[in-house]
């Protein structure tokens, strides 16, 4: 197989993930409506409830509004990703899936030009996030939203190759809500999202360990300190480690011979 074969296919299966999105306008109305309304009504909720509108993490003021935008860009990705997992366990159903696998181009390749897709998907909602919130009020330093795009990157392969991991275990369409539910609202609440971590510790020490060891918190980090032209290293490193493991396992689980998948389908 040529270059030329590897590039095509990376290029047909980017296509055909962003006509998904295209014609599906409810999923990306979705999409943002949510943390609008997390951003917007949640933030309102959190200054009449404490009467306060900032708060100093670190060794600055800044408002809510502002502390939460990369929680829920986190947020957004992360249902990206169960959003992407959930259109596999569907293409599995109706056998398109099993297509797209018995290319003869390597199964690793194919999992990952799928997992490219879903990302650049998940990157064209953020930036929409975004825009919608500068027009709130809500900004960041201009040259963020250009340092933010490598981070959105890694992240998003990251929260999708959970996606893909989960499409693995999952074996009818059907389970897939509880199953979402049961990954995305822990890890969501669980994490740096919408209070520092130091703010955790006050309140319990053992909520703070279950949040410093939550994946997402380091997504969300990552995707702070980016906004503003940094680099948290530590979250970086483990928001990449954790990927490489995640990836794995979900390539092995979609291999016939001997994953998960074979054992569901009969490939």
């Not at 992360?78 to 696998?101: A, H, I, K, P, W």
């Not at 930036?127 to 040259?143: D, K, V, W």
Request: glycine share 8%; with cysteine.
């Amino acid at each position: 197989m040529s270059a030329a074969h590897y590039l095509r296919c990376f290029l047909g299966i980017l296509a055909r993930e962003a006509l998904r999105f295209v014609n599906q306008r409810e999923r990306f109305l979705a999409a943002l409506v949510r943390p609008l309304v997390w951003l917007l009504v949640f933030a309102a909720g959190f200054r009449a409830a404490l009467g306060v509108s900032i708060i100093p993490p670190y060794e600055t003021y800044i408002t809510y509004e502002v502390y939460i935008a990369p929680g829920l860009i986190g947020m957004i990705q992360l249902f990206n990703g169960m959003q992407s997992s959930l259109s596999m366990v569907y293409d599995r159903e109706m056998g398109s899936m099993r297509t797209l696998l018995v290319s003869p181009l390597p199964r690793w390749y194919l999992l990952t030009c799928k997992l490219f897709a879903g990302t650049f998907v998940s990157i064209l909602q953020v930036y929409a996030f975004l825009l919608i919130a500068y027009l709130f009020g809500i900004e960041a330093p201009a040259f963020g939203y250009l340092s933010l795009l490598p981070a959105l990157i890694v992240t998003g392969l990251m929260l999708g190759a959970l996606g893909m991991l989960l499409s693995s275990v999952i074996k009818q369409l059907e389970n897939f809500a509880g199953i979402m539910n049961f990954v995305i609202f822990p890890m969501f609440f669980l994490s740096s999202a919408l209070y520092p971590l130091w703010k955790m510790k006050e309140s319990s020490e053992l909520l703070y360990h279950i949040c410093a060891l939550n994946p997402f918190t380091h997504v969300v980090e990552t995707i702070r300190f980016a906004l503003y032209g940094e680099v948290n290293t530590l979250s970086l490193a483990v928001t990449l480690g954790v990927f490489v493991v995640f990836m794995t396992i979900a390539i092995y689980a979609y291999n016939p011979a001997r994953g998960i998948v074979s054992r569901k389908t009969g490939g």
